[in-house]
């Protein structure tokens, strides 16, 4: 039998008692040591001062450190000769943090590949033509389309095609004028969208796959005979019964791919996806989310996605992390619940780690005049060893500040108050000297601002 393992817990004196109350709550399958590293504040701990202060790493068979510990833990593992890691940022994320280990989804694979639309193609250069392309390449997308525009000369459509093929990309030209897609295709485009029965006769000149879509909208027996029609021939195709916008035949369009797969349960079929999120004045992540979930009901094979209107400019990347989130979902037979919160950007799933109670606790405790900012479900909570004052809006705080003649102070802590409001409002996580969390919508590498020079009195919580 497999020896238990034994992890030490690194601590501030504050978080202490709630570390040793979720651990003893959590009942875990480990051995665990709490260790007290002499600092007050769990949250200001720090590798160089770990590797001071630590004397003894009591048979431990690795080292938990806070969240928040700044500083390179490599060293630390090479220092002590065990692995040293960061924990969560919330005490009461350690039940998650454990119960994930080990089996963290992978989302590195995926079956539905991304068509990203350059719309406006025509009244592009080639170099920027390529600079889009490069940029949907970076956000997800497996094959750059080309889009035609209605009675707009595309004349470097050949040179386009070929440029990008040189450069390693996968290419379709997306037209419903016959010249376009025979051009796109003598020049080397892998994919032309669209073709119908009467234009399967440019296969013939061309080696490209199509996407097939009916004669006339909607009419899924004219889409089902070309379909036989390339089968019988042994070519490979995509179908699409065209996806339609709100209150234009949305829903009837979702029964078209639903009767298309029944009739059709083997071939490989596309979903253009702008209609809806293009169309629809709502925010691009939940529909993506909903569109790659019935994608993968049925079985899409490819996505043909778009970033025209402004509010649709994470699209492309949505659909990336979309696609993977419902691939390992419906591997594991699993809700996709849980796997990974990067479409989750205006909300969060558990927004306020505490109640109002438990930081009237913790701030009880407090002997110094750093100011601590965290939010629960009644508001926004402002403390420190001088008091502890609650409100929703930043403004009702600001007597109770004292920061009078300290710019740097009342800059840092007005930013902080304002990402705290925000949070409060939107229902996200707060945590104080962090950026917000906005999932895809942002992805925020940190310009590591040395943000201690805007707060001479400290201000992080245990």
């Not at 209609?275 to 569109?291: R, Y």
């Not at 049925?298 to 025209?308: F, G, K, P, S, Y």
């Not at 949505?318 to 993977?324: H, K, S, T």
């Not at 965290?374 to 004052?389: F, M």
């Amino acid at each position: 039998m497999a020896e238990r393992e034994h992890i030490l817990f690194l601590t501030g004196k504050l978080a202490e008692p709630q570390l040793r109350q979720v651990l003893d709550a959590m009942q875990p399958e480990f051995d665990y040591t709490v260790h007290v590293l002499g600092v007050k504040v769990a949250a200001l701990m720090t590798a160089d001062m770990i590797a001071r202060r630590l004397k003894d790493t009591f048979d431990a068979d690795r080292i938990l450190v806070p969240g928040r510990c700044r500083g390179d833990l490599d060293r630390l593992a090479e220092m002590f000769g065990i692995p040293v890691q960061r924990g969560p940022d919330e005490l009461k994320d350690l039940p998650l943090f454990f119960g994930k280990a080990g089996q963290k989804p992978d989302l590195s694979q995926y079956r539905v590949r991304i068509f990203a639309e350059i719309v406006d193609a025509p009244r592009m250069d080639i170099p920027a033509i390529i600079a889009r392309a490069d940029y949907y390449r970076t956000q997800g997308a497996d094959v750059i389309d080309l889009g035609c525009l209605p009675e707009t000369p595309f004349s470097h459509l050949a040179e386009a095609v070929q440029e990008l093929k040189r450069q390693g990309f996968q290419v379709s030209v997306d037209s419903l004028v016959t010249e376009d897609l025979r051009t796109g295709g003598l020049a080397g485009a892998d994919y032309l969208l669209s073709l119908n029965e009467d234009s399967l006769f440019l296969l013939d000149e061309v080696p490209a796959t199509p996407i097939l879509i009916a004669k006339e909208h909607g009419d899924l027996t004219s889409l089902a005979r070309a379909i036989k029609y390339l089968q019988q021939q042994g070519r490979p195709f995509l179908a699409d019964p065209i996806l339609d916008p709100i209150h234009f035949g949305f829903t009837e369009s979702i029964v078209r791919y639903w009767q298309l797969r029944q009739d059709f349960p083997d071939i490989d079929i596309m979903m253009g996806v702008g209609n809806l999120t293009e169309l629809t004045h709502a925010d691009t992540a939940g529909m993506n989310a909903l569109l790659f979930g019935i994608g993968s009901e049925l079985d899409i094979a490819a996505v043909l996605a778009t970033e025209v209107s402004q509010h649709a400019c994470k699209a492309i990347k949505e659909a990336d992390i979309a696609r993977r989130i419902m691939y390992a979902a419906k591997r594991e037979l699993r809700l996709p619940k849980h796997i990974n919160a990067g479409l989750m950007t205006v909300h969060d799933t558990a927004p306020f780690p505490y109640q109002a109670e438990e930081i009237q606790t913790l701030a009880q405790q407090i002997k110094d005049p750093s100011y601590r900012i965290q939010t629960s479900p009644a508001g926004i909570h402002l403390y420190n060893r001088d008091g502890h004052h609650l409100a929703d809006d930043p403004f009702t705080l600001y007597p109770n500040l004292n920061v009078d003649g300290d710019a740097g102070h009342a800059f840092y802590l007005g930013v902080e108050l304002a990402r705290a409001q925000i949070a409060w409002q939107l229902g996200k996580r707060f945590n104080q000297d962090e950026m917000l969390d906005w999932g895809v919508a942002f992805s925020n590498p940190d310009a590591e601002i040395d943000r201690h020079d805007f707060k001479p009195k400290g201000s992080t919580f245990a």
